[in-house]
């Protein structure tokens, strides 16, 4: 089992910076691709960026492109994402989760999730 905790979150006016992580225990994630996702109210949770376990492969949603990096420590067991220029709409509830499994940008692949931590961005 993995456990996958999330910190780092908070209140920032537009323009800020937050650097969310998310450390992960249980057993080693180095193995494992490690995703962000975020869920605003009343909206669905959406994917905003993935990263592979050998940091071979990163993706991010569109509206993240330009402005977040993921990025992991796997001595560390710890994942994380650097948002700048934070936007109202970039709030939500943001979620790290981990998967083996093979289309990292699915989230229905991710196996582990942590309990979120909470970003509001004010305008």
């Known amino acids: 089992q993995v456990q996958l905790v999330e910190s780092g979150g908070g209140l920032v006016q537009a323009g800020g910076s937050l650097r969310l992580s998310c450390a992960a225990s249980g057993r080693s994630v180095s193995s494992y691709a490690m995703g962000w996702f975020r869920q605003a109210p009343g909206k669905e949770r959406e994917f905003v960026a993935t990263i592979a376990w050998n940091v071979g492969y990163i993706y991010y949603t569109d509206s993240a492109k330009g402005r977040f990096t993921i990025s992991r420590d796997n001595a560390k067991n710890t994942v994380y994402l650097q948002m700048n220029s934070l936007k109202p709409e970039d709030t939500a509830v943001y979620y790290c989760?981990?998967?083996?499994?093979?289309?990292?940008?699915?989230?229905?692949?991710?196996?582990?999730w942590g309990q979120g931590t909470q970003v509001t961005v004010s305008s």
């Open positions: 989760a981990a998967t083996d499994g093979l289309d990292i940008r699915r989230m229905g692949n991710y196996d582990y």
